[in-house]
């Protein structure tokens, strides 16, 4: 677990949501990602509610072995 840079307060973690990337083009692979974004919950900090930083995880990465150029 990580520390807020600002207060040292543990980060705490929000929902995680589906990234998609590359699937607006069929000639870049498609990769899925779980991102967990990390905010700080010190109500007297600066970074309060912000994220400060985020975690993700690989779900899925299409092969691109169908272009052999
Ligand atoms: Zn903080």
């Known amino acids: 677990m990580e520390l ?3 207060c040292k307060t543990q980060l ?3 929902q995680p949501r ?3 990337e590359g699937d607006k083009s ?5 990769t899925v990602y779980l991102v967990q974004e990390q905010f700080c919950a010190n109500p007297h900090c600066v970074e309060y509610k912000q994220t400060v ?3 993700k995880h690989l779900l899925y990465a299409e092969k691109d072995d169908s272009h052999d150029h």
């Open 4 to 6: 807020c840079p600002k």
């Open 12 to 14: 705490r973690i929000r």
């Open 18 to 20: 589906m990234v998609v």
């Open 26 to 30: 069929p000639d870049t692979p498609t």
């Open 53 to 55: 930083d985020e975690i």
